[in-house]
């Protein structure tokens, strides 16, 4: 299944310091071993100016990476949301609108216990919400909202200088967006480098 780029231009455009789509910020700093050197965890518009367009670039490189090349569509089973499950964790995470610091720090050492470059890196989750205009037959948009999409955009960076966290170089849109809509049975999967699996292992879903 594609990935429609109009679908991510959408969400894109909601994800700046004047439209912003974005209630809540949490992350945590990795040392090169996969453990965890500190977290953080705020209300995304507490952030400063300079903070809120800092973080939305980093956000906005998933969805507005080259589509179906360093984005990839991924279909989730019954089996990827098993009891105990990453999917179930990422799930409960979307559901508490990232306030649960339990849940955040499962899931930071579920990826370190997975992931381990040799260099320190940060871990960001984003939480967002966009009223989904409905579409009138001609396909223009009407004023009333048609659903509401919550969504969680997770990056791994490498960090570099004083906990600065650097271009992302993998991360995931979940659940995915397409035809204007909810699709959660799917996960958007971004790597910078093209061909390599990243988030895809760590997460264990297949295209």
Known sequence: MHIDREDMLELTRRMTVSRNCFSRIAGAYMDEEGFIDGTFNTHFLKL?????????????TVPYSNTNVNLRNYRLDQGARKPGSIMQLLEA??????????????????IGERYQPGYPYAVYLFFGSY??????????????????????????????GDYEAGKP???????????????????NIYQAEEGAQLFAKILGVQA
């Not at 409905?134 to 990056?155: A, H, M």
């Not at 170089?169 to 996960?187: K, M, Q, R, V």
């Open 48 to 60: 400063s100016g300079s903070e809120k367009e800092k973080n939305l670039n980093i956000a906005k």
């Open 169 to 187: 170089e993998a991360g995931f849109l979940y659940p995915a967006f397409a035809n204007h809509s909810t699709d959660i049975d799917g996960i």
């Open 131 to 160: 009223d989904v205009p409905t579409k009138g037959k001609d396909k223009e948009n009407q004023w009333e909202s048609e659903e509401v999409y919550q969504f969680l955009i997770g990056t791994i960076s490498p960090v570099t």
């Open 93 to 110: 995470l979307r559901q508490c609108e990232l306030k649960n610091d339990a849940l955040l720090y499962s899931l930071y050492d579920y």
